[in-house]
């Protein structure tokens, strides 16, 4: 008999995410935008995560240099967390190198997540949204989780039934394996900042060895789903769900528990 994986997504689909945008244009913080429907908004916008601890890092980093300046300066890593078309690193750098964004602009994000009282160590953390083609900076954003109630048995009851688990998310690397400790699974069985193809990507390989069971909830998983054994679309996170979502899934579920009840 072929061995079992499910892969999750984390944001949305292990963790009930709370994520806080400010738009760069005018000042305002709002968090009731999918940071994916921003970017998909257009085709030249990035979402960069920053690979360092909000809580501790950016907080406490000089606030009137701006971001272009605390990567370089800091020499802190970046990746391309979602992008409609390929957008490479190299080019983010270069886009953001006159924009006038500052650290206090991520900053304000951090302090809307942290008054929720949201944990920005399990979630993607801090980044931002750029707009390749014009050279700005447009939006700062940070995202903070709480696990969603049944996560730990669903996890603990797949695992009984001889299913390995694996994570693959668009989320920083730090987040994705404190998320790892609290659920209990192999660090090597996370894949952090991974984009739609490499979502993909991860899918095909575990295929070579399992039936693979991949569940999401976002456009940055339509690729991943397509390429599943099964698709699984969850809605726990009650947001907006694009039309091109639900025709990438093979199953619809309304809470994570009801993965148990699907066969394959």
Do not use: H
């Not at 892969?7 to 292990?14: A, P």
């Not at 980093?61 to 409609?84: E, G, L, M």
């Not at 944990?119 to 993607?124: D, G």
């Not at 696990?147 to 039934?161: A, K, S």
């Amino acid at each position: 008999m072929t061995p079992k994986a499910v892969v999750f997504d984390n944001s949305g689909t292990l963790i009930e995410r709370y994520r806080a945008l400010k738009n760069i244009k005018n000042g305002q913080i709002c968090d009731y935008v999918s940071s994916i429907d921003v970017v998909d908004y257009d085709s030249k916008r990035a979402l960069v995560v920053l690979q360092t601890d909000p809580s501790k890092c950016i907080i406490n980093a000089i606030p009137t240099q701006t971001i272009y300046q605390f990567i370089t300066r800091n020499n802190i890593k970046f990746d391309v967390s979602y992008s409609a078309a390929d957008i490479k690193k190299d080019s983010v750098l270069k886009a953001i190198k006159d924009d006038k964004t500052t650290v206090q602009d991520v900053k304000d994000t951090i302090n809307a997540v942290i008054e929720k009282k949201f944990n920005v160590q399990i979630c993607s953390g801090s980044g931002f949204i750029v707009n390749i083609k014009k050279g700005k900076i447009e939006f700062t954003i940070t995202a903070g989780g709480k696990l969603f109630p049944e996560v730990t048995d669903v996890i603990r009851r797949l695992e009984t039934r001889g299913i390995d688990i694996y994570v693959a998310s668009g989320d920083r690397k730090k987040s994705l394996e404190e998320l790892a400790r609290f659920i209990d699974i192999p660090l090597e069985n996370v894949f952090s900042t991974a984009d739609s193809r490499r979502k993909k990507e991860i899918v095909r390989e575990l295929k070579k060895k399992y039936k693979v069971m991949m569940v999401g909830n976002s456009a940055n998983d339509i690729l991943a789903l397509e390429e599943a054994d099964i698709g699984v679309l969850t809605l726990q996170q009650e947001e907006n769900t694009p039309q091109k979502v639900f025709d990438a899934a093979d199953v619809v579920v309304n809470n994570i528990k009801e993965v148990l009840d699907i066969d394959f």
